[in-house]
């Protein structure tokens, strides 16, 4: 019982991570945009972009709890293995 509640714990984390390494796909096009400014580009706006970007990542959209989700399934995991 044990083993499959590990391996499930497992699949759980591996999905809620590969949902936070797709979300950040917006944050790196924030990077970039910040990146290839111009002196006559709004570097304010573009580092709020970056900043809603991150925010969207860690804590979610309006569907799914971002990086919040991942945590949660990190520390069951860990709480199943005796990890750290």
Request: proline share 1%; no cysteine.
């Amino acid at each position: 019982m044990i083993n499959e509640e590990i391996e499930a714990a497992r699949q759980k984390l591996e999905a809620e991570h590969a949902e936070v390494m797709e979300s950040l796909g917006n944050v790196w096009v924030a990077v970039e945009a910040v990146r290839n400014s111009e002196p006559t580009d709004n570097v304010h706006d573009l580092l709020k972009a970056l900043e809603d970007a991150t925010k969207e990542a860690r804590d979610g959209g309006i569907i799914g709890s971002g990086s919040n989700d991942h945590r949660r399934a990190l520390k069951k995991y860990l709480e199943l293995t005796g990890g750290d």
